[in-house]
């Protein structure tokens, strides 16, 4: 496997904190291949052998505007209970639904943009249901939860030109961490 050529912008970078245009269609080429390149880049960052050879901090998620290209598209790689890798390629996202029950992740989020420790809770719904285009301009809804849904919300705030430390309380990093259930 060949490490694709990605920058990931620092939390610095002020379009990290700017609204994502919407994609027309047809898609550029260019955006296509790098749609391609960011799942390649998070699969290798999940992977040991590559991690550690490249340096890579393992990554679930990655959002066009972390690239430098503030366009509403993200790409997510999980890695599933056999080894192999979900991906999704996400465009246009709009939550459509989303559950009154709220969690968040124990061991704290995490940013590829962000290269520092962030003490605090994100709060996230734990089931939402988007509505997206694939790279065809093809719309269709889709339901995720758990682990999943944290990572949608985080990709989706991207693209709002919202970072997860933006969600933590300064004063009370930990506030209503009893209202919602950890994962």
């Known amino acids: 496997m060949k490490l694709?050529?990605?920058k990931i912008l620092d939390e610095k970078n002020k379009?990290?904190?700017?609204?994502?245009?919407?994609?027309?269609?047809?898609?550029?080429?260019?955006?296509?291949?790098l749609l391609q390149n960011m799942l390649t880049y998070l699969e290798m960052s999940q992977i040991e052998?590559?991690?550690?050879?490249?340096?890579?901090?393992?990554?679930?998620?990655?959002?066009?505007v972390q690239v430098g290209v503030p366009k509403r598209a993200f790409v997510i790689c999980n890695e599933n209970d056999d080894g192999e890798f979900?991906?999704?390629?996400?465009?246009?996202?709009?939550i459509i639904s989303m559950s009154e029950e709220m969690i968040y992740v124990g061991e704290g989020e995490g940013c590829l943009s962000i290269n520092r420790e962030v003490?605090?809770?994100?709060?996230?719904?734990?089931?939402?249901?988007?509505?997206?285009?694939?790279?065809?301009?093809?719309?269709?809804?889709?339901?995720v939860r758990e682990d999943l849904a944290v990572a949608f919300q985080h990709e989706i705030d991207h693209l709002n030109g919202i970072m997860f430390t933006d969600h933590i309380d300064p004063k009370n990093p930990f506030k209503d961490a009893d209202k919602m259930r950890e994962i």
């Open 4 to 6: 694709p050529d990605i």
């Open 15 to 33: 379009l990290l904190h700017k609204k994502s245009e919407e994609i027309k269609f047809p898609m550029d080429k260019k955006d296509i291949d």
């Open 49 to 64: 052998k590559y991690s550690e050879k490249y340096n890579l901090r393992p990554g679930m998620g990655l959002a066009f």
């Open 86 to 94: 979900d991906k999704y390629i996400i465009i246009n996202p709009e």
């Open 119 to 143: 003490e605090g809770i994100v709060p996230r719904h734990a089931r939402i249901t988007i509505k997206a285009q694939n790279e065809d301009g093809e719309e269709y809804t889709m339901r």
